[in-house]
């Protein structure tokens, strides 16, 4: 049976979600961070009329990182970041931390205003 627990910041907010079954973790983290567009490289999940969904993964530590975007009329906001694999959730926390900054950054790169 998966268990299931709140990961809590220094503030004692809640900051992400862990899953454990079988010596492998699922940590997930909600962003809802504006950004000017998708990751040129995410795959399109879903198309509706009005809104997109967006997922690009990438190797993170011993597993694979998932990042996702939200593509409305008014914007885009990556909307959710996930880690997959057999790492200690303190330190993929930290790591998805990271990824998700870097990933941001790398959108505002290849921005085109």
Known sequence: MPLIRIYTDERGEPRARIVEEDGNYVASLD???????????????????????????RPLLRGVCEFVYFQFPGGVQLINAKYVGPDDPEVVIQGLAEAYQEEVAKGEENRQD
């Open 31 to 57: 962003i809802f961070k504006d950004v000017s567009a998708p990751s040129p490289d995410a795959e399109v999940l879903q198309i509706g009329e009005r809104y997109r969904i967006y997922v690009r993964r």
